[in-house]
């Protein structure tokens, strides 16, 4: 039996963390942005030099990141963003990429400039449809495959067993931005997956109170050479106090992951079908289009976001968001408070969302206080 033992206990635990001279069982933060050498030179730890690419407090959450996800490393960067542009600035230019019509929108606009400026090809494909993006890919020298699953904001599910085969069978390599789906429900590498990709200010962190990324590499390849250097020569690295908050918000991420999880169901249970709901989006509910493929690669869980579409069209939805009084009006998601977001407003004229839809991050207090207030909301 190892020390760090199962998810849960390694996670409580910060890996067994024990600092065997004064008996502290939290960590300290290490805010030294050099490292010392003794008189003939010598660096005291040989692994490290300078806090750009060696920092204490950072290693010990990518330790634990990298078992959870069962990679070969881990690297934090100092947000989602950071971490995602660097993972495409690891392509070359004339080199491909094929992303979903439907991800996470800041990383979609970026991609279409960014990818423009350097000559990388860009091509979308349509997550709700298999053969589309078998022939997106096939259409032209592939070398990168993005997959978001569960996708913002209305939660399709990609089977990514499939979308590994698919990219390794024309020499590309596949990436999941697993972020909805957390560490914890869903293992894209056991099933494929070349990197995982976290925005960490979501669940790993878990209280809305740090802006952090994350990528893990299922081999420690040439493209992850190439990410390693991104990070440590153009400096996209999580502070020292934020590595320390997200470790220390990792401690809980099982139990809220779980919580958000379950109160997540019953609201999406509760409102299907109910006057004045058109919809309800949500992998766990056996409506949504990709239910089977959520079964099949998420366990414990569906996760915590989930839409619903109103009756009454974009200004009907806006008032109920507007009555709402216990969901908090933001965006973001993955924090242990419950938020509530009108999406098509949020993202402007050209959003594909459709604009009675409200985006809930659900979060961990009672599912009733929750229920209630959509509830009445609804009501007016
Ligand atoms: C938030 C988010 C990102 C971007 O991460 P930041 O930490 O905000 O930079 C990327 N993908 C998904 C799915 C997200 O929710």
């Not at 409580?12 to 963390?17: C, I, L």
């Not at 507007?322 to 973001?332: D, E, I, L, N």
Request: charged letters at 25%; glycine letters at 8%; hydrophobic letters at 40%.
């Amino acid at each position: 039996m190892g020390k760090a033992g199962k998810v849960e206990t390694l996670l409580a635990q910060a890996g067994h963390y024990l600092d065997r001279e004064t008996g502290s069982v939290v960590p300290p933060i290490q805010p030294s942005t050099t490292f010392a050498r003794d008189e003939q030179g010598n660096l005291y730890d040989e692994n490290r030099i300078y806090a750009r690419d060696h920092s204490i407090n950072a290693e010990m959450a990518e330790v634990i990141l990298n078992e959870l996800e069962g990679g070969a490393s881990c690297k934090l960067f100092a947000s989602g963003m950071a971490a995602a542009t660097a993972l495409v600035q690891t392509l070359r230019p004339g080199e491909r990429i094929v992303a979903p019509k439907i991800m996470y929108w800041s990383l979609r606009a970026w991609l279409i400039t960014y990818c423009e400026d350097w000559n990388v090809e860009l091509a979308f494909y349509d997550p709700c449809d298999e053969e589309d993006m078998i022939s997106v890919v096939k259409s032209a020298s592939t070398q990168m495959l993005w997959v978001e699953t569960p996708a913002n904001p209305t939660w399709e599910v990609v089977d990514i067993a499939k979308a590994a085969e698919l990219a390794h069978s024309v020499g590309a390599q596949l990436v999941v931005d697993s972020t909805v789906s957390t560490p914890l429900l869903t293992k894209p590498i056991e099933l494929g997956a070349d990197y995982v990709f976290h925005s960490a200010t979501k669940y790993i962190n878990g209280h809305s109170d740090v802006v952090a990324g994350a990528v893990i590499t299922a081999k420690e390849d040439m493209r992850w050479e190439r990410l390693c250097k991104v990070r440590a020569q153009q400096g996209g690295i999580l502070g020292t106090f934020e590595s320390w908050l997200l470790l220390r918000g990792m401690r809980t991420m099982h139990i809220r992951v779980e919580r958000a999880c379950e109160n997540a169901m019953r609201i999406a249970q509760h409102f299907e079908g109910l006057a004045g709901v058109v919809e309800v989006l949500y992998p766990g509910l056996t409506s949504h289009p990709n239910h089977e493929i959520a079964v099949k690669q998420m366990s414990g869980g569906f996760g915590g976001m989930l839409s619903i579409r109103f009756v009454g069209g974009r200004n009907n939805t806006a008032k109920v968001m507007g009555r709402m009084k216990r969901f908090v009006r933001a965006t973001s998601l993955g924090g242990v408070e419950s938020l509530v977001e009108h999406r098509a407003l949020v993202e402007g004229e050209n959003s594909p969302v459709p604009d009675d839809l409200l985006r809930f991050s659900i979060g961990i207090e009672n599912v009733d206080d929750l229920i209630e207030d959509i509830e009445q909301a609804l009501r007016g």
